[in-house]
């Protein structure tokens, strides 16, 4: 064998990496001294996807893209976080429909060449043995915001590239009385069912042109979806408004339209606000709603509900920074569907300890991470020497990562010798 034959490189990609034969993320098999893997770096298996661990990335908007187009900044950001190897990572908002992204900034898939733009992004992740998934998104009354990096005004106007005046929602309601968000104009029956459509198309075009993975249908923090399943927001007296059966019409509709639209073996997340986060307000939607729906939306062909809460009632209270402020929301969704569906949790988990701990307990299946990820896209070695598991690295980090300095030195040592021997 030569001393200087190439590695095998990655398949299916437009550019040279190398193969990383095993997942990064992934615990080796056995552990040093027969150590028992704990449940946070335990494989999970999602229809025809299996993750090398239950640590997901959480979508959170970058507010970077130019004419809804993903840019470097989403193949660096994006990259630098995946190739480590968290089992479970989501892109954040991209939105379905030509007037439905959160800010003028978000990423848009509402056409094939949006689609195209994503697929560096897609492409880089399965370059690196991982799979990746993108979120779904009306952003209805919320819709032409301004980026969050923005503190000067809550809405985008036609001079900052927005479109104050195709602002729609379940009702004719604003989301906060007297702030600066448009009044959004009630959609018609017909325009409904075109942006069920747009569901279905976004999520077609993220599977054969992008090549995402998984799709997540986002129905929480106050979107369009959220808006038609709470009273606070849906105000409608036709099919799609009124009683709870009315009321998540809109939502079973579209997954119906996204199972449709991917195949068999691909996963549908459901992203929601387990409650409003307002207990005073009678009309606002309850932990008890969201346990009421969980079992529903499994049997319509969802197989991972992704639990958070609020953005709905601009009155509603404040999440805060609470360590598992979500952990009972996830525990009580988790009893409802059991074995049927699996449950992911977000919102201040701390720490690997802790994830894992709820983990065992059995409280949900796959903890979720943004901010973390952001302050370290580590995070998943980070977890595992946290928890003293031996993982796989990339290629290029392992010698960093694994191996010490005395091996290195021996190993160069010995590659001298044989290098020396083969002259002879």
């Known amino acids: 064998m030569s001393l200087h034959e190439p590695v095998s490189a990655a398949e299916g990609v437009p550019f040279w990496t190398p193969k990383q034969i095993l997942k990064p993320g992934q615990a080796r098999v056995p552990q040093p001294e027969g150590k028992e893997i704990p449940k946070l770096f335990q494989p999970l298996q999602i229809r025809g996807l299996k993750i090398q661990n239950r640590i997901g990335l959480s979508p959170m908007c970058q507010y970077s893209s130019i004419n809804f187009e993903a840019t470097p900044w989403h193949v660096v950001h994006y990259g630098e976080i995946v190739k480590r190897g968290p089992g479970l990572p989501i892109i954040e908002s991209t939105s379905v429909s030509v007037e439905g992204g959160i800010s003028p900034q978000d990423l848009g898939i509402f056409n094939d060449d949006l689609a195209l733009k994503l697929k560096p992004v897609v492409d880089f992740a399965h370059s690196q043995n991982q799979i990746l998934g993108v979120q779904l998104n009306h952003a209805g009354r919320k819709a032409s915001s301004a980026p969050n990096y923005e503190h000067l005004e809550d809405f985008a106007g036609k001079s900052a590239g927005g479109w104050p005046d195709s602002i729609y929602s379940a009702s004719s309601v604003p989301y906060r009385l007297g702030g600066k968000l448009p009044v959004p104009k009630e959609l018609t029956i017909s325009q409904i069912k075109r942006i069920i459509k747009d569901f279905g198309t976004a999520a077609k075009r993220s599977r054969e042109v992008a090549g995402f993975d998984i799709v997540q249908i986002h129905a929480a923090h106050g979107y369009l979806i959220n808006q038609f399943l709470s009273k606070v927001s849906n105000k409608r007296t036709d099919e799609y408004g009124g009683s709870f059966e009315n009321r ?6 579209i997954i119906d339209e996204v199972r449709a639209n991917v195949p068999e073996d691909c996963p549908v997340g459901l ?43 601009s009155s509603g209270h404040a999440r805060g920074p609470k360590v598992g402020l979500h952990v009972d929301f996830a525990r009580a969704i988790k009893k409802a569907v059991g074995d049927s569906a699996l449950v992911s949790c977000v919102g201040v988990l701390k720490d690997a300890t802790f994830a894992n701990e709820l983990l065992e307990e059995g409280a949900f299946d796959v903890a979720v991470y943004g901010r973390a990820f952001l302050k370290n896209p580590g995070l998943v070695t980070a977890f595992a020497e946290e928890l003293d598991v031996r993982i796989e690295n990339p290629r ?22 044989n290098a020396e021997a083969l002259k002879i």
């Open 396 to 417: 290029q980090l392992e010698w960093a990562l694994h191996t010490d300095i005395p091996q290195i030195i021996g190993a160069i040592t010995e590659a001298q010798k």
């Open 248 to 253: 998540i019409r809109f939502l079973m509709e």
């Open 271 to 313: 992203r929601i606000s387990a409650t409003d986060n307002s207990p005073d307000n009678a009309e606002s939607w309850k932990i008890e709603d969201s346990v009421k729906l969980a079992p529903l939306v499994v049997a319509r062909g969802v197989d991972i509900i992704d639990v958070s809460s609020g953005g709905n009632d």
